[in-house]
Structure formats: structure tokens, C-alpha cells
């Protein structure tokens, strides 16, 4: 199992000495400081993260060996620089009006004025993400061909409401108008374009990818070739949408962006390893509820993220509720194979 982690625990090392670094260039004295708020940023990231693992699994198993590959060394490449250094900084500068080097400047040489830029962008952020998750959560819950129940009430009423044509979408517009009521005029505008954005470019790359997964089942070429391309997309939009959450929550531990990326790049690391870990050893296959846990901490997430546009809510409980639910599926999971074995 130690194999899977390998690189991981390298990337750890690596990123403590980093953080360790930076500390003493600061300040000296800041180094040990700068060490341990790398490492709690990282241990935020997985526990915020480990529903991401789950979902990651989920799809990486009905894709080509060559699109897996290319998820777990290019995305770890897209995650890590893309999706928690730069992301942030393109949000910045669309919803700050200025330009991207600008943000880069404030972000590496003031970062209290960057940190107060990305907090100004809270609503558009929280809505964006927690529209895109809760459409994803729909999709779950909402699927016909669904026939396991963790939680049966609420599941058999959710498959049911399903049956409702676009229900995944009205849905996720009453909620997200429910949330304009707290809201300013100018956050308002602002929140409803980022969750109309959200829903929109779920729609858009999930049809694409049934789509096109239909059409590889019947040994169409075009798309047997883009199939793994749209997957791929899908997975890092997903991902875009948890790390988010990451971003924002380490910003209240520390304003420094280097110690960020580098206690959240930690962490995406250990997420990819799970992720192998559940697709080799078809964790799935064996704990069948653990996929449930994931939706529903992806929907409570969601929820947490389209409440935490008018009102903080700690990364604490955020990390805290995840884990409850993931824990409580695999707890299920293994109380469900032992009846099966009696």
C-alpha cells in the first residue's frame, strides 16, 4: 500500500524544505511557523478532498488506460499549478478588473491586498462552485439506473423527483435564487451570472461526455479518440471546484501564496495517490456505498458553498461534515459485506 505514496511523501518532504525556506527568507525564525502552516494547509486540503478521491475513482474507471495515465501525470501537473496557483489568480483579475501580471505582483509581494481581492470574489466563487457541485450531486441521485440506497428516504425521493424533465437543473436555479435573498443588489448580479456559469458548463461538459461515451460504445472513431478528452475536462472541472474551497480556507490560516500553493500541492498529491489506490485495488467494487458517502458530502459541500455567499462558515465544519459522511459510508460498506458473508 506504502507504494502508492511513494511520490507523495517525496513531494511532502520536498514542499516542507520549501516552506521551511521561505520562512527564513521572510523572517528569521519563521521558518518552523511557515513548515507547520504548509502542513496543516495540506492535511485541510485531503480531509476537504477525500469525496474528490472517491468521484476521481468513479470516472477513472470507465476510461482508456492512455486518458487514465495522462489524468494522473498531466492532471497532477493542471491540479497543482493550474487549478491552485494560477486559477486563483485568473479569478482575481476577471472579478478585480486588472490585469493578470498585476495579480501576480500583489499575490507574490502583497499579498494582504491579493487576499483581500479574492475575498471581494467570495460570491462569485462560492456560487460558480457550488452550482457546478450540486449539478453533479443531481446527477448522482437523479440516475435511473441508481437501484443502491445508502440513506433509502431521501435517495427514493430523489430518484423519483428525477423523473422530472430538467429537475437536476430547476433544482439547483431555486436554490441558487433562494441565496439572492441575503444578497446585495451588485452581489446578486454577480452571484447569479457565476451560478448560471456553474449550471451551464456542467450541462455543457457532461452532455459532451455521454455523448460521446454512447457513441464510443458503438465503435464510432471520432469518438473513441475525444471520449477520454472529455472525461479528462470533466474530472478537472470537478477538481477546479474542490480546490476552490481549498484556496479559500487556507487564506485564513496565512496570507503568503508560496506556503498555500505549497500546502495545497501537498495534498493534491496525496488526493492522486488515493485516487490510484481506489481504482487498482477497485475499492469501489468492494465497499459500495463509499461512492454514496462521496455524493453526499459533494452535496452538503454544494449547499456549504452556496450558504457561504451571505454568511462565513468555518473550514472546520466544512472538512468535518465531509468526513462524517465518508466514514459513515465505509462504515456501512463493511457492516453490508459482513451480512452478505453470514
Known amino acids: ?4 505514496f511513494e511520490w507523495s511523501f517525496g513531494i511532502l518532504l520536498g514542499g516542507m524544505i520549501l516552506a521551511f525556506w521561505r520562512g527564513e527568507a521572510t523572517a528569521s525564525g519563521l521558518g518552523f511557523s511557515f513548515l507547520l502552516t504548509a502542513l496543516v494547509i495540506s492535511v485541510l486540503e485531503v480531509s476537504l478532498s477525500f469525496d474528490n478521491a472517491v468521484i476521481n475513482a468513479t470516472k477513472l474507471e470507465k476510461m482508456s488506460h492512455k486518458w487514465r495515465q ?5 492532471g497532477i501537473a493542471i491540479a497543482v499549478f493550474g487549478m491552485r496557483f494560477v486559477f486563483p489568480i485568473v479569478i482575481v483579475a476577471v472579478f478585480a ?14 499579498p494582504d491586498e491579493y487576499a483581500r481581492h479574492l475575498e471581494e470574489a467570495n460570491v462569485g466563487i462560492s456560487s460558480f462552485g457550488g452550482t457546478f457541485l450540486m449539478m453533479l450531486f443531481f446527477e448522482f441521485m437523479f440516475d435511473k439506473n441508481k437501484t443502491l440506497n445508502w440513506i433509502s428516504l431521501p435517495e427514493k425521493a430523489l430518484r423519483k423527483i428525477g423523473r422530472i424533465k430538467f429537475a437536476p437543473t430547476i433544482l439547483t436555479l431555486i436554490l441558487l435564487a433562494l441565496t439572492q435573498i441575503a444578497l446585495g443588489e451588485h452581489e446578486r448580479a454577480v452571484s447569479m451570472v457565476a451560478g448560471v456559469s456553474g449550471i451551464i458548463v456542467h450541462l455543457l461538459i457532461h452532455g459532451v461526455s455521454q455523448k460521446l ?26 477538481d477546479a471546484s474542490f480546490s476552490l474551497d481549498g484556496v479559500l480556507g487556507a487564506f ?10 505549497i500546502g495545497l500541492a501537498v495534498g493534491a498529491f496525496f488526493v492522486r495517490s488515493l485516487t490510484i489506490v ?12 463509499l461512492t454514496h458517502g462521496a455524493y453526499w458530502a459533494i452535496g452538503a459541500l454544494a449547499c456549504i458553498m452556496l450558504i457561504a455567499t451571505f454568511h462565513e462558515i468555518p473550514e472546520a465544519v466544512t472538512g468535518t461534515l465531509g468526513m462524517f459522511l465518508i466514514l ?8 453490508y459485506n459482513l451480512k452478505r458473508r453470514k
Open 213 to 238: 461515451e454512447k457513441m464510443a460504445a458503438m465503435k464510432n472513431e471520432f469518438a473513441i479518440k475525444h471520449a477520454g478528452l472529455a472525461a479528462f475536462i470533466y474530472l478537472e472541472l470537478i
Open 97 to 110: 478588473d486588472l490585469p493578470c501580471r498585476t495579480v501576480l505582483g500583489l499575490a507574490l509581494h502583497n
Open 278 to 289: 481506489l481504482v487498482e485495488k477497485k475499492t469501489l467494487e468492494k465497499l459500495l456505498y
Open 252 to 261: 485564513a490560516l496565512t496570507k503568503d501564496v508560496v506556503v498555500i500553493a
Open 70 to 74: 495522462r489524468f494522473l501525470t498531466w
Open 1 to 4: 500500500m506504502i507504494r502508492y
Open 328 to 335: 459513515a459510508s465505509l462504515v456501512s460498506s463493511i457492516r
